[in-house]
C-alpha cells in the first residue's frame, strides 16, 4: 500500500515563509505524479491551489508555489497571512487511474 | 460555474449499504474531459479519495475499498452515484463528491461539492 507523506505540522510567521513537502514511502516524487495541492479550512469543501506540480488554479494568489524539491514534491507559502492557517494535502497520480492523498499538514499563522 | 451536489441518508446502520447520490449543475457530466470522484473525510482526520467513474460508466477505485465500493453514472439525470457496502463505524465521514480534471496531461480534483456527513450507527 503506497503511503503519500507530509509534515503533520508546520507553524510560520505573518510574513514569512513556509515550505510544506509531499514525499512517498518508497521511492521519490517527480512531475510524472502530476503532484497536486489542496488547502482547507475546518468545516469547510477544500480549494484547489496548485496542479500538474506547478500551475496555480483559478484565483489563487501568486504567494503559494510549486516544485519538486529533491524527491518530493514541494508547496511554499510565500509571505504567509493569518487566512494560510489551514490543512493541506497533496494528492499524487499513481497511473492506472489511481489517486493517494497524502497525510496533511496543519499550518498554523502566528 | 460547475457545482456539485450530494445528497442521501446522514444514518446508515452497521452492516447495511451507504447510498449518495451527487447532482452536477452547470456543466455535463458526459463530457469527455472529466471522472467524476468520491472522497471521504472521517472527523478530525485527513482526505480519502474512493474512487471515480467516467460517463461511460468505466470506474477506477481504491485498491483498500475496492470490494465494497460500487459507482454508476446517470448521463440523463446528470448524476452519479456511490454505494459502500457492509459499512462501520470506521466509514462515518464526510463523503465529497467532486470533479477530476483528466486530459491533456492535467491531473487534478478541481470542483467541490458541499460534502455530507454520514454516521454509521444503530
Known amino acids: 500500500q503506497t503511503v503519500v507523506t507530509q509534515e503533520p505540522s508546520f507553524s510560520v510567521s505573518p510574513g514569512g515563509t513556509v515550505t510544506l513537502t509531499c514525499g512517498l514511502s518508497s521511492g521519490s516524487v517527480s512531475t510524472s505524479y502530476y503532484p497536486s495541492w489542496y488547502q482547507q479550512t475546518p468545516g469547510q469543501a477544500p480549494r484547489t491551489l496548485i496542479y500538474?506540480?506547478?500551475t496555480r488554479s483559478s484565483g489563487v494568489p501568486d504567494r503559494f508555489s510549486g516544485s519538486i524539491l529533491g524527491n518530493k514534491a514541494a508547496l511554499t507559502i510565500t509571505g504567509a497571512q493569518a487566512d494560510d492557517e489551514s490543512d493541506y494535502y497533496c494528492?499524487?497520480?499513481?497511473?492506472?487511474?489511481?489517486?493517494?492523498f497524502g497525510t496533511g499538514t496543519k499550518v498554523t499563522v502566528l | 460555474q460547475v457545482q456539485l451536489q450530494e445528497s442521501g441518508p446522514g444514518l446508515v446502520k452497521p452492516s447495511q449499504t451507504l447510498s449518495l447520490t451527487c447532482t452536477v449543475s452547470?456543466?455535463?457530466?458526459?463530457?469527455?474531459?472529466?471522472?467524476w470522484s468520491w472522497i471521504r473525510q472521517p472527523p478530525g482526520k485527513g482526505l480519502e479519495w474512493i474512487g471515480y467513474i467516467f460517463s461511460n460508466g468505466n470506474t477506477y477505485y481504491s485498491p483498500s475499498l475496492k470490494s465494497r465500493v460500487t459507482m454508476l453514472v446517470d448521463t440523463s439525470k446528470n448524476q452519479f452515484s456511490l454505494k459502500l457496502s457492509s459499512v462501520t463505524a470506521a466509514d462515518t465521514a464526510v463523503y465529497y463528491c467532486v470533479r477530476y480534471e483528466n486530459h491533456r496531461s492535467k491531473y487534478y480534483f478541481d470542483y467541490w461539492g458541499q460534502g455530507t456527513l454520514v454516521t454509521v450507527s444503530s
Open positions: 452547470g456543466g455535463s457530466i458526459s463530457s469527455g474531459d472529466y471522472y
Open positions: 494528492v499524487l497520480y499513481m497511473g492506472s487511474g489511481i489517486c493517494v
Open positions: 500538474n506540480t506547478n
